[in-house]
Nanobody, 128 residues
Framework: QVQLVESGGGSVQAGGSLRLSCAAS????????MAWFRQAPGKEREGVAN????????FYDDSVKGRLTISKDDAKNTVYLQMNSLKPEDTAMYYC?????????????????????WGQGTQVTVSS
């Protein structure tokens, strides 16, 4: 069983930055698709970014392109989400997710239910 633990959330003003971390309980980063999702109150959980095990292929939702960056450290079994130029609309609970890589990674737009492992989430609040 894989456990994912997010950290790094908090409250910042618009324009500020945060770095979220997702620590896996065992070595899966090099063999799994890793992703970040978020869920704002009253809204569905939506995909923010994902990354292939190689680290070379990364995809982002249009709303965060150029501001958020997904990365990983295989040796630390940790995935990161660097968040810059934050906006109030980025306020949400952020979740880390993973699924074993089998040739392709589920789309962050339509493949949410294909991710099999989920963390408990970390809250990000951006004030104007």
């Amino acid at each position: 069983q894989v456990q994912l633990v997010e950290s790094g959330g908090g409250s910042v003003q618009a324009g500020g930055s945060l770095r979220l971390s997702c620590a896996a309980s065992r070595s899966i980063i090099s063999s799994h698709c890793m992703a970040w999702f978020r869920q704002a109150p009253g809204k569905e959980r939506e995909g923010v970014a994902n990354m292939y095990p190689s680290g070379f292929s990364r995809f982002y939702d249009d709303s965060v392109k150029g501001r958020l960056t997904i990365s990983k450290d295989d040796a630390k079994n940790t995935v990161y989400l660097q968040m810059n130029s934050l906006k109030p609309e980025d306020t949400a609970m952020y979740y880390c997710a993973a699924v074993r890589y089998k040739g392709s990674c589920p789309s962050i737009r339509s493949g949410r239910d294909e991710y099999t492992y989920w963390g408990q989430g970390t809250q990000v609040t951006v004030s104007s």
